[in-house]
């Protein structure tokens, strides 16, 4: 109902109509706003309430509720209802509004996710091939090949990958904040320090067979663990340049090279390995030649388009000498502690396979095929987590809190969402899973009972890897690095030593103190950035960034 309540007051009858409205009869009232219409209605009531409110004192109130009249109340009531129906469109209003805003943020979320998840399940092929190549080789191969990825991973792949990251929050919020040549000259830095960590990574892996030795391992697995790692030198350099230029691009939104160049590798990977493994009976050193060459293959795909395309032009401005041994403090006060971080996750699940060890043959062979199910369904929130990472770096850096908000708490909604599929996935590939890489019927009797408790632990491990993308985009490694140790190693590592060998749960107990460490990490997070003063985190943007607060500009 749309009233022009300028015409109201003045068409409406006046008090002085009715003498006192206090005394005039509700008949009369009732027909004379009749005829006059809704407007009249609306003016009449209003003049009555205030000339009520006016003159009744509290010692009158019970006279001033017998003003209150049938037409009054009748008027009072649909005024009421008017205002309800308001309220209610507001409501719906504001609802859509949200709907809208969080649909158009997913879009900007999984417009950075999907290209990363597709490109992570394409590194999950050419590692499946790897294992496969291995396996018809040998099973002392599979099994030496198996020790040195894992050596590889603890020692060289978590390390620089965790380094890496100590560029994201500089590389994002200069993306945000529209300072390009923060961007290039970072990318410089970073690429130098790895590559500097590879020199003492290289000496381990070239001598690591006499501590496999030392450490007791058969010495048949460790000599063909040892070759493995001595051929993966050059593959490891090549990871100090593609660590940082995945990030230099994802965090300007650019994921597509990657995606492309991962496809193109794993097109030539099968092809490359059996020509090493069978045409030139290279065995074990062709598969680690293999590994190099299909990741120089995706290198290659990636510079080229980082030197062909234009939008590339205003972050990266030449390769300057000058540049890359300077201002590493900033650099490496966020790499050590995001190192840190990668490190200790990564490192749990090592150590859980050891535990195993304890246990008995099968738990090992179990523990294996249930963390190639964890590796799988790890990327899709490493994804997201990459892309909130992103999201929020980029908010922060343009001076927007507020989205920098609600893009975190977006993104863990949608952790919850992935998780619930995770465990769906895991409850209903319980019996299938392990047929794939066995067909011992102890190894898939204890996969199908530990499943469903590896999906249970994705309820906590999704929302827990998305909140450290969060914390990642705005600078706070050192918090994310605090929190995966006080839920991995103080609560997790004693409920699993304690429901694995204590309360002689076996495999299943070491997964339920995954499931504690999942759990309290993500229930922290979550607390840590409800708690988050963004407008704080915007500030600490401009001076990561050196933007000044009023131009936007360098200072």
Known sequence: MNIDHNTAESSAPLLEFYGDPRKASSQQTEDCLRKQGDSARLAHDRAVWRASVLDVVPGDFLSFISLMGSSWRSSVYNLAGDMLRTVDSWKNAVSYILLRQVVEEMKLLYSIAFPMIITGLLLYGKSAISMFFMGQIGKDTLAGGSLAIGIANITGISVLSGLAMGMEPISSQA?????WPLMGQTLQRTITILALVCVPISILWLYVEPILLLCGQDPTISSIASVYLAYSLPDLFLQSLI?????????QNITLPFMLGSAFGLLVHAPVNYILVYQTKLGIHGIAIAVSLTDLTVLAVVLLYVHFSSTCAKSWQGWSMEHCFQEWTQILCLAIPSCVSVCLEWWWYELMILLSGILSSESVATMGILLQATSLVYIFP???????????????GAGEPYRARFSSFTALGCSVLTSLLALLFMTMARNTWGHIFTDDNAILSL???????????ELGNCPQTTGCGALRGSARPSLGASVNLFSFYVVGLPVAAMMGFAMHKGLLGLWLGLLAAQIACAAVM???????????????????????????RPK
């Not at 993306?175 to 300072?179: E, F, L, R, S, Y």
């Not at 660590?243 to 965090?251: A, F, M, S």
């Not at 979550?526 to 407008?535: A, G, M, N, Y």
Request: a neutral charge.
């Open 526 to 552: 979550i607390v840590v950035l409800t708690r988050t003063d963004w407008e704080t985190e915007a500030e600490r943007a401009r001076e990561l960034t050196g933007t000044d607060p009023e131009s936007g």
């Open 382 to 396: 490493s994804s997201l987590s990459q892309a909130v990472s992103t999201r929020v770096g980029n908010t922060l």
């Open 243 to 251: 660590n940082p230029l995945k990030i230099y691009l994802r965090t």
């Open 447 to 457: 996969t199908a009972a530990a499943l469903p408790i590896v999906g249970l632990c």
């Open 175 to 179: 993306c945000g904040a529209k300072q």
